[in-house]
T-cell receptor, first 111, second 112 residues
Framework: DAKTTQPPSMDCAEGRAANLPCNHS???????VYWYRQIHSQGPQYIIH???NNETNEMASLIITEDRKSSTLILPHATLRDTAVYYC????????????FGTGTSLTVIP | DTGVSQNPRHKITKRGQNVTFRCDPI?????LYWYRQTLGQGPEFLTY????????KSRLLSDRFSAERPKGSFSTLEIQRTEQGDSAMYLC??????????FGEGSWLTVV
């Protein structure tokens, strides 16, 4: 699976959009981009995933560049409860292979 | 609650003792994964089951570690002769074919 690069930390004002970038320049055509987050002392929580097209769900939006070498997770209206470590992962689906987590981005939402 | 369940949530043990963690996945999920996480690091893959078959093991899984999933439902992770370096959170996740992982809340191990 391709590696990802994320900034180690970011701040965001409460109520504003949080935009978390991820670089995955070696991504293959059959690899999906997944985002998880982990709130302190809890298990990681699935947020969203996509292949080529932008995706949106009740938690977030995922914007994938046309060349698929980078993506951005958008939390439209950040709340204090969104303070967490966010992991961007690329993975081939249907093979059962595991997710490789890096160190992620620690997002702090500031009141 | 139909999520992934892990027990015990916290375990303190003396060095050299054996410990066992249990994971109950989401019932219809045939894939089960164990991860280990230390402070400041992301989760690290340990092992993967598809039904009862253990299909992959990380080199992190030394011979003191053993995992089983005897009937393709719950799984156990046993650590023998624990060492202080084993102190970590042990995470279990399950998935069905092609779906995302669902993680449990983890089992914290402290070896003193």
């Amino acid at each position: 699976d391709a590696k990802t690069t994320q900034p180690p930390s970011m701040d965001c004002a409460e109520g504003r959009a949080a935009n978390l970038p991820c670089n995955h320049s070696t991504i293959s055509g059959n690899e999906y981009v997944y985002w998880y987050r982990q709130i302190h002392s809890q298990g990681p929580q699935y947020i969203i995933h996509g292949l080529k097209n932008n995706e949106t769900n009740e938690m977030a939006s995922l914007i994938i560049t046309e060349d698929r070498k980078s993506s951005t997770l958008i939390l439209p209206h950040a709340t204090l409860r969104d303070t967490a470590v966010y992991y961007c992962i690329v993975r081939v689906v249907s093979t059962g292979n595991q997710f490789y987590f890096g160190t992620g981005t620690s997002l702090t939402v500031i009141p | 609650d139909t999520g992934v369940s892990q027990n015990p949530r916290h375990k303190i043990t003396k060095r050299g003792q054996n410990v066992t963690f249990r994971c109950d996945p989401i019932s219809e999920h045939n894939r089960l994964y164990w991860y280990r996480q230390t402070l400041g690091q992301g989760p690290e893959f340990l092992t993967y089951f598809q039904n009862e078959a253990q299909l992959e093991k990380s080199r992190l899984l030394s011979d003191r570690f053993s995992a089983e999933r005897p009937k393709g439902s719950f799984s156990t992770l046993e650590i023998q002769r624990t060492e202080q370096g084993d102190s970590a959170m042990y995470l279990c996740a399950s998935s069905s074919r092609d779906s995302e992982y669902f993680f449990g809340e983890g089992s914290w191990l402290t070896v003193v």
